[in-house]
């Protein structure tokens, strides 16, 4: 399936793996460019450059196709070494980088000159057109069902997408809720020119987290997220927990007095130990309501044949069947 994302990136098919804190390590990258997607490498869960060009020599150490590094742009009093950050990715030959969390303007002169595709994750219309007026290369869509931050606009992506069909110009993948070969046809339907998937890649054998996460994600329903720091204008949808209800409650009582203090025990740190640990209950963790759709743990290169074989089948046979 020839696409302008797998066109524009260089990929076989138009399947690309989030970045995402404590999963998007150098395993789980190559797997997925390894099985013809397009892995991404989650660069500030490796904090500094030094550390950031070792796991992405890593992950060139399992794959010769093209991978990805995400850079977060996070509202931080300390931020990371964002320039150190970005320099380790052009001198480590990385061809794909996927921005979040804020405008990447002042970083895209240096990875153009680089010969760098940029692709800023948005989950506003408005947003996707500005990142297309500055030059990025292409756009991630997440829609309001994602794992991870939905934005405060709480539009899915069945209207979403059509949207930002109708307004863009540059190629765009949907992301949000996807999880198999019915999720990329309707992508494309709905004029999408691929898919990216975060928690159905954590769901993986090759995914490098504790298997409690994965068995986590199974036995999760689509009603078993909830949006959290929806207070602080930073909504996360997360999977269900006790430190989550608790935090919670903590929103509830507080209303608009909420500051990030009260909420820190149930936020700050959390990923190394539910991620590495499996201690579920650590605190909140991303996950997005298409865990309801996610029933095993397949390797990622059976999660990318069978959505591939499934689009195919869906596009040649159910949807033939309606010409
Ligand atoms: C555990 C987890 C951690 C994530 N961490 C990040 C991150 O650090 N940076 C980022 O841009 N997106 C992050 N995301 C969002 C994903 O890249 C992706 O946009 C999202 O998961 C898509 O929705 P889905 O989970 O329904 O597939 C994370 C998602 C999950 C589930």
């Known amino acids: 399936m020839k696409t302008r994302i797998t066109e524009l990136l260089g990929i076989q098919h ?3 793996q989030g970045g995402m804190h404590f999963v998007g390590l150098a395993e789980l990258a190559a797997a997925v460019s390894n099985a013809g997607g397009l892995g991404i490498i989650t660069g500030l869960t490796q904090g500094t450059p030094e550390k950031l060009a070792k796991e992405i020599a890593r992950c060139q150490g399992m794959t010769d196709k093209p991978i990805g590094v995400n850079i977060t742009f996070l509202p931080t009093l300390t931020p990371p070494d964002y320039p150190g950050l970005f ?11 996927e921005t979040a969390g804020n405008n990447p303007a002042q970083w895209l002169p240096m990875l153009k000159d680089a010969g760098i595709k940029v692709i800023h994750k948005c989950t506003a219309v408005r947003h996707a057109l500005k990142a297309q007026t500055i ?8 829609g309001f069902e994602c794992g991870g931050h939905p934005g405060e606009d709480d539009i899915p992506n069945f209207i979403l ?18 999880a198999d070969g019915r999720s990329l046809v309707a992508a494309l339907a709905l004029g999408a020119d691929g898919i990216n998937m975060g928690t159905r890649f954590i769901a993986t054998r090759e995914a490098p987290v504790h298997d409690n996460v994965k068995q986590a994600i199974v036995a999760a329903s689509e009603l078993d997220t909830r949006l959290v720091m929806r207070p602080l204008r930073n909504t ?4 269900t927990n006790p430190a989550v209800e608790r935090l919670l409650e903590k929103e509830k009582a507080l209303g608009a007095a909420l500051k990030f203090e009260d909420i820190i025990e149930e936020v700050a740190g959390v990923y ?5 640990k499996g201690d579920m209950d650590a605190g909140a963790w991303s996950c997005g309501m298409v865990a309801g759709l996610i029933h095993d743990i397949p390797t990622v290169q059976e999660l990318i ?19």
Do not use: H, K, W, Y
């Not at 380790?88 to 030959?93: L, P, W």
């Not at 030059?135 to 997440?142: P, R, W």
């Not at 996360?236 to 999977?239: A, S, T």
């Open 161 to 178: 997408l059509p949207r930002a069909a109708d307004e863009l110009s540059i190629p765009f993948v949907a992301s949000g809720g996807m």
């Open 272 to 276: 190394p130990r539910i991620m590495q």
């Open 305 to 323: 044949d069978n959505i591939m074989a499934e689009a195919g089948s869906i596009i040649n046979e159910r949807l033939r069947s309606f010409a």
């Open 14 to 16: 138009p399947i690309i």
């Open 87 to 97: 320099q380790v990715i052009i001198d480590a030959g990385v061809t794909v980088v």
């Open 236 to 239: 996360e949808r997360v999977l």
């Open 135 to 142: 030059g990025c290369d292409a756009v991630s869509v997440d």
